[in-house]
């Protein structure tokens, strides 16, 4: 499984991480939510939010999808890109592997945890137990990343695959820098 390919991605998927829990348990009772998710949002208001917060999910999965759609062609359009990205990507690997990370398998128990967390006759301790977990998976993988992006030659040819990428993309599609703009707006508006 490749762990990280470009900073782009990693956003995307960091990105969607907030969001997937948010609606994987927008089923959750409001109670149990509002006790134990790890959120700043008032109780009283909890059912009115997590509406506007699905809402505002659907918005963020169709930009995402957009933008990935923009990032296939543009990579079909630039080889070099995928190059440049196999070369950061295993420089990435070598560093997970040495520093004796397994992210593959915190993913995999991640996505479990969506899967389980959408089943109709979940109690909700054990729910409210899946989202203590996929919260600690999640903390547990961006602290990982962020070990490794210290790492000064591994963030600075993060940072050029990123800028590469992205650059090729708004070459690629006029609309490649209003929809990061948007994207960048309702992840700070999820997030409130």
Do not use: W
Not at 137 to 163: F, G, H, M
Not at 176 to 184: G, I, M, N, P, S
């Amino acid at each position: 499984m490749h762990t990280k390919t470009s900073s782009l991605k990693t956003k995307l998927l960091k990105l969607a991480a907030p969001v997937a829990l948010a609606c994987a348990f927008a089923a959750a009772p409001t109670m149990a939510m509002a006790k134990d998710a790890p959120t700043t949002v008032p109780m009283a208001s909890s059912h009115q939010i997590t509406a506007e917060q699905q809402h505002v999910a659907g918005e963020i999965g169709k930009i995402q999808q957009e933008l990935a759609a923009i990032r296939v062609k543009t990579l079909k359009a630039n080889p070099q890109l995928i190059t440049e990205m196999k070369a950061y990507e295993t420089t990435f690997n070598n560093k997970v592997k040495t520093l004796g990370y397994q992210p593959e398998k915190l993913i995999k128990r991640a996505q479990e945890i969506q899967v389980e967390a959408t089943k109709k006759d979940i109690s909700n301790d054990t729910r409210t137990n899946l989202i203590k977990e996929f919260t600690t998976i999640r903390t547990t993988l961006e602290t990982q990343q962020r070990t490794i992006l210290n790492d000064p030659a591994i963030s600075k040819q993060d940072k050029q695959v990123q800028e590469d990428v992205i650059n090729a993309m708004k070459k690629q599609d006029s609309k490649t820098a209003d929809l990061l703009k948007q994207l960048d707006q309702l992840v700070m508006q999820f997030k409130k």
